[in-house]
């Protein structure tokens, strides 16, 4: 563990390696501490698990009852529950299959992902996506104005930024210095404002879907349809 740093998660609190052989593969999970159970070994066929993993490299998807794609989040990532009168809460998830996720862990943390949709609209909950990440703010320029704005991380709407712009600067060049001085991507800065101004559930509100100009990403049918 001291001499793969990489591999460690949790924190610093566990570390993970897999070893193969020719038929199977082994994930090993090493808690290096005194009073801890130290050694858990998971033992898989290779190629079923090789299978797996490509295909957890799809995402996880969560829609809405309708079945309609509301976002995607890598395998491992995180969402955020907003509650009605609680506070949110955030639960690391896990690919299963196209239809099926777990949702934090315990008994009753499998679900199909319409199964989980319905859940979620009948306790009147809304579910947002804390990976790919979104900063805590940043700034854009609102389409419709020019104007340079600020925009909080899931907060409705935006606020007209007081500040000016930059000295022979245009409002887009103050907002890239601006971001970039937090270290805001202009990916991550067209997300935040698609949220902004269409809906933190937007499908649109996923830097993944843009470029690093902050241009939408356009999928292969899209290419092939204005190429004809």
């Known amino acids: 563990c001291r001499g793969h740093q990489e591999s460690g998660y949790d924190s610093g609190f566990a570390f993970g390696f897999r070893a193969d052989t020719a038929q199977y593969a082994y994930l090993i999970r090493l808690h290096p501490y005194k009073g801890e159970e130290n050694l ?15 295909q957890a490299e799809k995402g ?11 976002f995607r989040i890598p395998d491992g990532g995180q969402i955020r529950i907003l509650r009605e009168g609680c506070a949110p809460i955030d639960r690391t998830c896990r690919y299963i299959d196209d239809c099926h996720v777990e949702v934090g862990n315990g008994w009753d943390s499998l679900f199909h992902i319409c199964q989980f949709a319905e859940q979620m609209e009948r306790c009147h909950n809304t579910v947002l996506p804390l990976t790919p990440p979104l900063p805590e703010k ?30 022979g600067k245009t409002p ?3 907002a890239d210095v601006l971001n ?3 270290g805001v991507t202009r990916a991550q800065a067209a997300a935040m404002l698609a949220g902004a101004t269409q809906g933190w559930t937007s499908s649109a509100a996923d830097p993944s879907r843009y470029n690093k100009r902050g241009r939408p990403i356009q999928s292969r049918r ?7």
């Not at 609102?142 to 712009?165: D, F, N």
Request: glycine share 6%.
């Open 40 to 54: 858990f070994l998971y033992c898989y066929r290779r190629d079923w698990l090789d299978r797996h993993m490509e």
């Open 60 to 70: 996880i998807r969560f829609i809405d009852p309708h079945y309609k794609e509301l």
């Open 138 to 167: 940043c700034f854009a320029i609102l389409p419709s104005s020019g104007e340079l704005i600020a925009i909080e991380r899931y907060k409705p709407g935006y606020q007209v930024s007081p500040m000016a712009h930059f000295k």
């Open 172 to 174: 887009q060049q103050t």
């Open 180 to 182: 970039g001085n937090m």
């Open 222 to 228: 899209q290419d092939r349809g204005e190429a004809r």
